[in-house]
């Protein structure tokens, strides 16, 4: 970790401060709105992750007599931004533990059981314990589901053993992964890395694993004892234009080979082998470190009911139909969907979650008042894409891969600095926390 020096800190003050600067804006700006409705409308939220714990406190605030139902069986709540952070040996697992309950808003019901049937026609909503949920409008925010088994021969109980990796798994399964990462790191050898063919949640996560590895390798003195190798499925290494090209040039500056259009289809976790399909059929890599991200789809609750897209680009992992400017469902105008369950082409990050969750409680709660909303969501999503220890680039783009800059003249987004480092490791925590709450 780099020392403070005075000029680094006036930079974190001034982050700091543009912070909570936009914290009160945001403040003043609730505190001059018309009075929340009067409403006895019953809300029925799905997932009690980032998305349906905002959901929650912004729909507390402005429907105060409103019947809020949150569903979801987690009792424990994951910053999951932070597994990588885990994984690499920066934080401990406890750093991303908390509590489920400490975020629930009061007056907001929370029934401990997940969610097993959605019923849109009926308007209704199954636990698995046979509770029967009524809503006149549904916020779902369930999250998504991590295919591990479409990988053959794939475990999950072997993560941190044998040189097998996965941060996304849980907070434990990081802190092994890190176990794994580090002893790899203190010998060398073949490490593989990639992402799935699907959409995945926080599309960064992949490289940045990638380049922590290689920092993590170099500070160790066994960089040139070892070979690294980003394999994607896709013919890109990231989806917008400018940032897929500095990393492509990272990549050849620090010795990571890049393989495109190679989905990880089968693991031999005994034998330490990876099998790839790729256009000119299947390749077997022999690793001493791996780090799989399997594909993800939506959860079964999604999947098996009429909720998910019909056709198109988001049907193959039956992520919800909803406008991507409203979050709308498209054939269901009282159900609405925020997080990473939503099928829209940006947008399974927490960032996305912040800018997401505003916009689908003022359509909601138009509806609710008579007050139609003009609110839209432009897809922002935002990645701090660490490149090393100590530096980092804050990547931020829109559904039309424009890059946007929350602080311009101060962070650039495509430079690795000391900055975003510190926005990462130190700054993003509190203010995802802020979120949870309703109050960023």
Same mark, same amino acid.
């Given at each position: ?71 979801? *069986? ?66 779902? !925010? ?20 044998? =040189? ?6 849980? +907070?434990?399964? !990081? ?9 790899? *790191? ?34 160790? =003195? ?85 909720? +998910? ?32 369950? *939503?099928?829209? +082409? ?95």
């Amino acid at each position: 970790m780099p020392r403070f020096d005075p000029d680094r800190r006036q930079a974190l003050a001034r982050l700091l401060a543009l912070g909570a600067a936009g914290a009160a804006a945001a403040t003043a700006h609730g505190q001059s709105a018309a009075p929340p409705p009067q409403s006895a409308v019953r809300i029925a939220i799905v997932g009690a992750g980032a998305a349906g714990l905002a959901s929650a406190a912004h729909l507390r605030r402005r429907l105060p007599r409103a019947t809020i139902t949150l569903i979801d *069986a987690r009792r424990e709540h994951y910053y999951q931004p932070g597994y990588t952070l885990v994984g690499g040996g920066i934080k401990p697992a406890s750093y991303v533990i908390s509590t489920t309950q400490e975020y629930v808003p009061e007056g907001v019901e929370w029934i401990a059981e997940a969610a097993a049937e959605i019923d849109p026609e009926a308007r209704q909503v199954t636990t698995t314990g046979g509770r029967k949920v009524a809503y006149d409008y549904l916020i779902v !925010a369930c999250g998504l589901e991590l295919d591990y088994g479409a990988i053959e021969g794939m475990d999950t109980a072997w993560i941190g053993r044998e =040189g097998l990796g996965s941060v996304y798994l849980s +907070p434990q399964a !990081a802190a092994a992964t890190w176990g794994a990462m580090s002893a790899f *790191a203190a010998r060398g050898g073949v490490g593989l890395f990639g992402r799935p063919h699907t959409d995945m949640k926080c599309a960064g996560a992949p490289l940045k694993y990638t380049f922590i590895t290689d920092d993590r390798l170099r500070r160790a =003195g066994t960089r040139g004892k070892a070979e690294l190798h980003y394999l994607a499925p896709q013919r890109t290494l990231f989806s917008v234009p400018i940032v897929a090209e500095k990393v492509r040039m990272l990549f050849l500056d620090r010795g990571v080979r890049t393989h495109m259009e190679h989905q990880l289809v089968a693991i031999d976790i005994g034998k330490r082998r990876a099998t790839y399909r790729s256009p000119a059929g299947t390749t077997e890599l022999d690793y001493d470190f791996i780090h799989v991200i399997p594909p993800m789809r939506a959860p079964a609750v999604v999947r098996e009911s009429p909720l +998910p897209w019909q056709d198109g680009p988001f049907a193959r992992e039956r992520w919800l139909e909803v406008d991507r400017e409203t979050l709308r469902h498209k054939r269901y105008p009282n159900v609405f969907g925020v997080g990473d369950i *939503a099928g829209v +082409p940006k947008g399974k990050t927490a960032a996305s979650v912040k800018w997401q969750v505003p916009v689908a409680v003022d359509h909601l709660v138009g509806d609710v008042s008579g007050k139609p909303s003009s609110e839209t969501y432009n897809g922002y999503t935002s990645c701090p894409l660490i490149t090393r220890l100590g530096r980092a680039m804050l990547i931020e783009f829109d559904y039309h891969d424009n890059l946007y800059q929350s602080f311009p003249g101060f962070i650039a987004p495509l430079e690795e600095l000391w900055v975003s480092w510190v926005m990462k490791t130190m700054a993003l925590k509190p203010t995802y926390l802020s979120m949870l709450r309703g109050r960023a």
